[in-house]
């Protein structure tokens, strides 16, 4: 085979492979093992599970995509298999705002002790702080700044912080260095932050309380566009898995949602007039997009004095001329009798999964209910959902821990951890074990624990 199989066809094939064909493709022979070590073929692999478009090796910590692959799957792998005296539980003494808490630098995982997870927190209001999740130890602060500290956002890929003021003064901090690596402003009081890697470089969004949306080029706070996109204050600012569309909202019976094409607003001199296209669906309050699928959004929205809610998924498309559209795909209506959800999320299997008083329920695009979990009495407070895992917090502080199932769409329990003092504030939890450390944050109120 090696005689009348050349190696681009070879790689063609391999490219069907999932990562444990692969590994055994690399046993037959020399050839083959080169083969199927291949960066590309592993790049792809780990494109697909963990949505990593815009990341280099350096930025992951890993020589290879290989790698990178297979330490990744054995922190997960290590994850569900935790159990809760695994855990430990860290207090860090300080004046927290509630609301502010961001990671800085990993990802809550590290393997083999190698690397640091920190979190970024505004403290007193005017100032930025971080803490070494592991140690329970503060690492920095920042000078006391001249008005409160309004929105947060992190970068952790480049381990940089990004602050609006109550002045909105947008400023930049790498976050060991005295003072900030730039500084603008915005003109107008910022309501939402989001920053992210683009194909284009690291960027932040800001929506304003007039309806602008701006975007800065990172770490420069260059004004790469500033678009007026709704009558009101932008409150809802979400980017799709690859970065290609922006969604912004403003639940109000008069706003309709916009989606910006991502490339519109980062190149201005190629699109003098920013591509969207209007979603035509108002009082929606959440949005999520279907991970590894890049044009699809679930909404959700609360109507009427009894607050009836509907989920309603839209795919977004470009015609020829780069006028986006918008076209339902499904919707439905939950039953009178379920409590009003707060908090929901999407997997990349088109399920949708939802907070509801004590329970956590599970749903098909098509409103067929696959789960209801109540695995604890206290009402849920807030739902992480991710390709992964789903993570529930509690009112008292404790956390439940869920994991997609991968050849199903049903979610499958891991273990739960209960906050011993039982105050329902901020937690941090890390794992002990040889090989992996995992560590996650909620921030539920005002408090001073993590």
Same mark, same amino acid.
């Given at each position: 085979?090696?005689?009348?199989?050349?190696?681009?066809?070879? *790689?063609?094939?391999?490219?069907?492979?999932?990562?444990?064909?692969?590994?055994?493709?690399?046993?037959?022979?020399? #050839?083959?093992?080169?083969?199927?070590?291949?960066?590309?073929? =592993?790049?792809?692999?780990?494109?697909?599970?963990?949505?990593?478009?815009?990341?280099?090796?350096?930025?992951?910590?890993?020589?290879?995509?290989?790698?990178?692959?297979?330490?990744?799957?054995?922190?997960? /792998?290590?994850?569900? &298999?935790?159990?809760?005296?695994?855990?430990?539980?860290?207090?860090?003494?300080?004046?927290?705002?509630?609301?502010?808490?961001? %990671?800085? #630098?990993?990802?809550?995982?590290?393997?083999?002790?190698?690397?640091?997870?920190?979190?970024?927190?505004?403290?007193? *209001?005017?100032?930025?702080? $971080? =803490?070494?999740?592991?140690?329970?130890?503060?690492? =920095?602060?920042?000078?006391?700044?001249?008005?409160?500290?309004? &929105?947060?956002?992190?970068?952790?890929?480049? &381990?940089?912080?990004?602050?609006?003021?109550?002045?909105?003064?947008?400023?930049?901090?790498?976050?060991?260095?005295?003072?900030?690596?730039?500084?603008?402003?915005?003109?107008? !009081?910022?309501?939402?932050?989001?920053?992210?890697?683009? @194909?284009?470089?690291?960027?932040?969004?800001?929506?304003?309380?007039?309806?602008?949306?701006?975007?800065?080029?990172?770490?420069?706070?260059?004004?790469?566009?500033?678009?007026?996109?709704?009558?009101?204050?932008?409150?809802?600012? /979400?980017?799709?898995?690859?970065?290609?569309?922006?969604?912004?909202?403003?639940?109000?019976?008069?706003?309709?949602?916009?989606?910006?094409? *991502?490339?519109?607003?980062?190149?201005?001199?190629?699109?003098?007039?920013?591509?969207?296209? $209007?979603?035509?669906? $108002?009082?929606?309050? @959440?949005?999520? =997009?279907?991970?590894?699928?890049?044009?699809?959004?679930?909404?959700?929205?609360?109507?009427?004095?009894?607050?009836?809610?509907?989920?309603?998924?839209?795919?977004?498309?470009?015609?020829?001329?780069?006028?986006?559209?918008?076209?339902?795909?499904?919707?439905?209506?939950?039953?009178?009798?379920?409590?009003?959800?707060?908090?929901?999320?999407?997997?990349?299997?088109?399920?949708?999964?939802?907070? !509801?008083?004590? !329970?956590?329920?599970? %749903?098909?695009?098509?409103?067929?209910?696959?789960?209801?979990?109540?695995?604890?009495?206290?009402?849920?407070?807030?739902?992480?959902?991710?390709?992964? /895992?789903?993570?529930?917090?509690?009112?008292?502080? #404790?956390?439940?821990?869920?994991?997609?199932?991968?050849? #199903?769409?049903?979610? @499958?329990?891991?273990? /739960?951890?209960?906050?011993?003092?039982?105050?329902?504030?901020?937690?941090?939890?890390?794992?002990?074990?040889?090989?992996?450390?995992?560590?996650?944050?909620?921030?539920?109120?005002?408090?001073?624990?993590?």
């Amino acid at each position: 085979m090696e005689i009348h199989l050349p190696d681009v066809p070879v *790689m063609e094939i391999f490219s069907y492979l999932d990562a444990f064909s692969l590994l055994q493709a690399a046993q037959v022979n020399k #050839s083959w093992n080169l083969a199927a070590t291949s960066d590309s073929l =592993w790049r792809k692999l780990c494109k697909k599970r963990w949505l990593c478009y815009d990341l280099s090796l350096d930025t992951l910590g890993a020589q290879t995509w290989k790698e990178y692959f297979l330490r990744k799957t054995r922190q997960e /792998h290590s994850m569900s &298999r935790a159990k809760p005296e695994d855990f430990i539980y860290k207090e860090m003494s300080g004046d927290f705002v509630e609301g502010t808490a961001y %990671y800085l #630098s990993g990802s809550g995982l590290t393997y083999n002790g190698q690397g640091k997870s920190i979190v970024c927190v505004v403290t007193s *209001m005017t100032r930025l702080t $971080t =803490w070494d999740i592991r140690e329970g130890a503060m690492t =920095w602060v920042s000078p006391i700044q001249p008005t409160c500290i309004m &929105r947060l956002a992190t970068l952790p890929e480049l &381990r940089l912080a990004i602050t609006v003021d109550m002045e909105a003064t947008i400023k930049v901090w790498n976050c060991y260095d005295k003072d900030a690596l730039a500084t603008n402003s915005m003109f107008a !009081s910022c309501q939402i932050l989001k920053a992210v890697l683009t @194909k284009d470089g690291p960027i932040v969004l800001a929506g304003d309380d007039s309806g602008n949306l701006h975007t800065f080029r990172i770490p420069d706070l260059h004004l790469i566009s500033r678009v007026h996109a709704i009558e009101f204050a932008i409150n809802q600012l /979400h980017c799709s898995p690859q970065r290609k569309w922006v969604y912004l909202n403003k639940k109000h019976p008069h706003v309709w949602p916009k989606v910006y094409l *991502m490339k519109s607003l980062l190149r201005p001199s190629e699109y003098p007039t920013p591509v969207c296209t $209007t979603i035509n669906y $108002t009082l929606s309050f @959440k949005a999520f =997009w279907t991970p590894r699928r890049e044009d699809r959004i679930t909404l959700l929205s609360q109507r009427g004095p009894r607050q009836v809610s509907k989920f309603v998924t839209f795919d977004i498309e470009l015609e020829r001329t780069e006028d986006g559209i918008d076209a339902k795909v499904a919707s439905f209506t939950l039953p009178s009798d379920v409590k009003a959800p707060e908090w929901m999320g999407v997997s990349d299997k088109d399920v949708i999964v939802c907070s !509801s008083g004590t !329970s956590l329920l599970v %749903y098909n695009m098509k409103g067929f209910q696959l789960q209801r979990l109540q695995d604890y009495p206290a009402e849920i407070m807030r739902l992480l959902v991710d390709p992964l /895992h789903v993570i529930v917090t509690y009112i008292d502080g #404790s956390l439940e821990v869920y994991m997609w199932e991968e050849s #199903s769409p049903y979610l @499958k329990k891991c273990y /739960h951890l209960q906050n011993p003092r039982h105050m329902g504030l901020v937690i941090l939890v890390l794992l002990r074990s040889d090989e992996t450390r995992c560590g996650g944050a909620h921030l539920g109120g005002r408090g001073r624990q993590i």
